[in-house]
T-cell receptor, first 115, second 112 residues
């Protein structure tokens, strides 16, 4: 099925370890996004990419880096994980050239625990 | 950025209409109102969106006031599977760099 695929689904890291969350979409969307969701909270935007080769900071970018590898893939990297980064991470994509056509498509999330 | 205000929680009896209000008094003329829902900890699911006119699809109806400062999402016949957190969002930003900024949403509980 067309959509947004995130890997891994679950991950446990030790403080100070690094890892990369992967996201890929097959809908030919220009824009991609990374959000985090803490328990009982709404989603907060970490970084977004309006097109291949461009990235911009969102609401909570500190401690993260991103790479828009190509039009399909947008990765999120934690260089030195901290317990405060324990969260569920969602990737999304959209076609902002046609806002009248609909919204974002979200992946199923990566549940990250930093101990 | 245009912000939205929603009640924290609502209840609805199964089979009845669920009316979820949203206030977005600072919305700009070209900004769309979007509704998403999130069931348990799944990824948010798109429901409906609108600019000025009322909209209806297979999932819900969206009623936007004439001054566009508020809207209501209507689930015409709520089922237990509609229990979720519902987010009202204004899609902000210029062409090609827009983004969705989520609030805390309304937790809808549908009861038998």
């Amino acid at each position: 099925n067309a959509g947004v695929t995130q890997t891994p689904k679950f991950q446990v890291l030790k403080t100070g370890q690094s890892m990369t969350l992967q996201c890929a979409q097959d809908m030919n969307h220009n824009s991609m996004y990374w959000y985090r969701q803490d328990p009982g909270m709404g989603l907060r935007l970490i970084y977004y990419s309006a097109s291949e080769g461009t990235t911009d900071k969102g609401e909570v970018p500190n401690g993260y880096n991103v790479s828009r590898l190509n039009k399909r893939e947008f990765s999120l990297r934690l260089e030195s994980a901290a317990p405060s980064q324990t969260s569920v991470y969602f990737c999304a994509s959209s076609d902002p050239t046609m806002p009248s056509r609909g919204g974002y498509t979200f992946g199923s999330g990566t549940r990250l625990t930093v101990v | 950025d245009a912000k939205t205000t929603q009640p924290t929680s609502m209840d609805c009896a199964e089979g009845r209409a669920a009316n979820l209000p949203c206030n977005h008094s600072t919305i700009s003329g070209n900004e769309y109102v979007y509704w998403y829902r999130q069931i348990h900890s799944q990824g948010p699911q798109y429901i409906i969106h609108g600019l000025k006119n009322n909209e209806t699809n297979e999932m819900a109806s969206l009623i936007i006031t004439e001054d566009r400062k508020s809207s209501t999402l209507i689930l015409p016949h709520a089922t237990l599977r509609d229990t979720a957190v519902y987010y009202c969002i204004v899609r902000v930003g210029p062409y090609n760099t827009d983004k969705l900024i989520f609030g805390t949403g309304t937790r809808l509980q549908v009861f038998p």
